[in-house]
T-cell receptor
């Protein structure tokens, strides 16, 4: 399972509250990613990181920020959650310098009321 | 802009059939292509990765092919089983380092 855990696995929150999702990996991979999965849109990249303190935006980054202060943890923050951010969030790592294969965590189901 | 399409969106077959899932992409300048399986309520499991220089990859009953020039990949599943029921996703890894996903094919294998 590539040693990826996500927490929490489920969360219900109210509009306007801040939310932080955590992705933890145990194998020191350099690249980490946050995606969201929604019916009709598939999986879309939110932000990614290519090293400690090195992050960049993906396709749907508005309303989200990320931080990576150590190799093993990649945090996704919704500063002020909105109902449109109700989704399933997946973290992924990229393994293998030659092959760039991505492996995914179990996901976090977030509901914003 | 790279777009990835998977047809059909859903497929139902009887157990034992051989089947083919299709994936097409608009920009042939890809680094690699990855096939995933997703069970309901679960994360994605990587099945096969094909490098842009390769034509196919095999793992057990699965065989994935890649024709970069025509922008197509297929996932062949031999002797399908009810346990193969899941959504299958194809994703292309662009030269720019991003993974672009198709919408998936939902497969149901009936006993």
């Amino acid at each position: 399972d590539a040693g990826i855990t996500q927490s929490p696995r489920h969360k219900v929150t109210e509009t306007g509250t801040p939310v932080t999702l955590r992705c933890h990996q145990t194998e020191n991979h350099r690249y980490m990613y946050w995606y969201r999965q929604d019916p009709g849109h598939g999986l879309r990249l939110i932000h990614y990181s290519y090293g400690v303190k090195d992050t960049d935006k993906g396709e749907v980054s508005d309303g989200y920020s990320v931080s990576r202060s150590k190799t093993e943890d990649f945090l996704l923050t919704l500063e002020s959650a909105t109902s449109s951010q109700t989704s399933v969030y997946f973290c992924a790592i990229q393994a293998g310098i030659a092959y760039n294969e991505q492996f995914f965590g179990p996901g976090t189901r977030l509901t914003v009321l | 802009k790279q777009e990835v399409t998977q047809i059909p969106a859903a497929l139902s077959v009887p157990e034992g059939e051989n089947l083919v899932l299709n994936c097409s992409f608009t920009d042939s300048a890809i680094y690699n292509l990855q096939w995933f399986r997703q069970d309901p309520g679960k994360g994605l499991t990587s099945l096969l990765l094909i490098q842009s220089s390769q034509r196919e990859q095999t793992s057990g009953r699965l065989n994935a092919s890649l024709d970069k020039s025509s922008g197509r990949s297929t996932l062949y599943i031999a002797a399908s089983q009810p346990g193969d029921s899941a959504t299958y996703l194809c994703a292309v890894h662009n030269q720019g380092g991003k993974l672009i996903f198709g919408q998936g094919t939902e497969l149901s294998v009936k006993p």
